[in-house]
């Protein structure tokens, strides 16, 4: 049986499928039009997204990321290697477009204050990506892998590359060398975790004076 959460995903997708084919079709497509290419209501439609803009650039992201299949092309079962090609398509591209990443992170922020937490639901497509790149690591304990992958999904978006920049104030490249770096991190701790820390131990010695 179809879960509400899989209905809503079939959904939206039918909204950027519809808005893709009519851009493809030479028309600046609205609301709608959308809606009624992907035989929902026009209520429907706005409850997933509240403007034309946010489907318009869901359709960018579509035509201009890297296909899942081209992202992982060579890597094997080398997982380090499947994570970086991963993060570096999905945070590399919204580091190069900060005002579509705003403007996705408003919408999402918009949704959430008009309409609840489920109307801000995100797409996936993060989670595509890290769960094509830790198909590897099945002969591990699959909650070992489930905490990697939700570390992952917190490097890689617009909340970390927003982060980055307007936190941070790092640049393009400052950015995404951090958050490759923790990526890389977390597989290595995942790969080869290391014994951990005593919690007396962290307060037995006494911290030096500034000099």
Same mark, same amino acid.
């Not at 009519?22 to 600046?28: K, M, Y």
């Not at 705003?102 to 949704?111: G, M, W």
């Given at each position: !049986?179809?879960?509400?959460? *899989?209905?809503?995903?079939?959904?939206?997708?039918?909204?950027?499928?519809?808005?893709?084919a009519?851009? &493809?079709?030479?028309?600046?497509?609205?609301?709608?039009q959308?809606?009624?290419r992907?035989? #929902? $209501?026009r209520?429907?439609?706005?409850?997933? @997204?509240?403007? =034309? &803009?946010? /489907?318009?650039?869901?359709? @960018?992201?579509?035509?201009?990321?890297? $296909?899942?299949?081209?992202? @992982?092309?060579?890597?094997?079962?080398?997982? %380090?290697?499947?994570?970086?090609r991963?993060?570096?398509? =999905?945070?590399? @591209?919204?580091?190069?477009?900060?005002?579509?990443?705003?403007?996705?992170?408003?919408?999402?922020?918009?949704?959430?204050?008009?309409?609840?937490? *489920? %109307?801000?639901?995100?797409p996936?497509?993060?989670?595509?990506?890290?769960? *094509?790149?830790?198909?590897?690591?099945?002969?591990?304990?699959?909650?070992?892998?489930?905490r /990697?992958?939700?570390?992952?999904?917190?490097? !890689?978006?617009?909340?970390?590359?927003?982060?980055?920049?307007?936190?941070?104030?790092?640049?393009?490249?400052?950015?995404?060398?951090?958050?490759?770096?923790?990526a890389?991190? /977390?597989?290595l701790?995942?790969?080869?975790?290391? *014994?951990? #820390?005593?919690?007396?131990? !962290?307060?037995?010695?006494?911290l030096?004076?500034?000099?």
């Amino acid at each position: !049986m179809t879960t509400h959460a *899989e209905r809503r995903a079939g959904t939206r997708r039918a909204l950027v499928d519809a808005t893709t084919a009519l851009l &493809d079709e030479g028309c600046q497509p609205t609301i709608e039009q959308v809606a009624a290419r992907a035989a #929902v $209501s026009r209520a429907t439609a706005y409850r997933h @997204f509240p403007g =034309i &803009d946010d /489907l318009l650039w869901q359709a @960018f992201i579509e035509r201009t990321i890297t $296909s899942v299949t081209d992202t @992982f092309a060579g890597c094997g079962n080398d997982v %380090a290697l499947r994570v970086e090609r991963c993060e570096k398509v =999905i945070n590399g @591209f919204l580091l190069n477009d900060p005002v579509g990443t705003r403007a996705f992170e408003r919408s999402t922020l918009q949704r959430w204050l008009e309409h609840g937490p *489920e %109307a801000a639901e995100r797409p996936t497509r993060r989670l595509t990506y890290i769960d *094509e790149a830790l198909i590897p690591l099945d002969y591990l304990d699959p909650e070992r892998v489930a905490r /990697l992958r939700n570390s992952l999904a917190v490097v !890689m978006g617009t909340q970390a590359t927003i982060a980055l920049s307007d936190v941070c104030g790092l640049d393009l490249d400052e950015a995404q060398h951090v958050t490759s770096w923790i990526a890389r991190t /977390l597989v290595l701790e995942t790969l080869e975790p290391r *014994e951990p #820390v005593p919690h007396d131990s !962290m307060h037995s010695a006494p911290l030096r004076s500034q000099q």
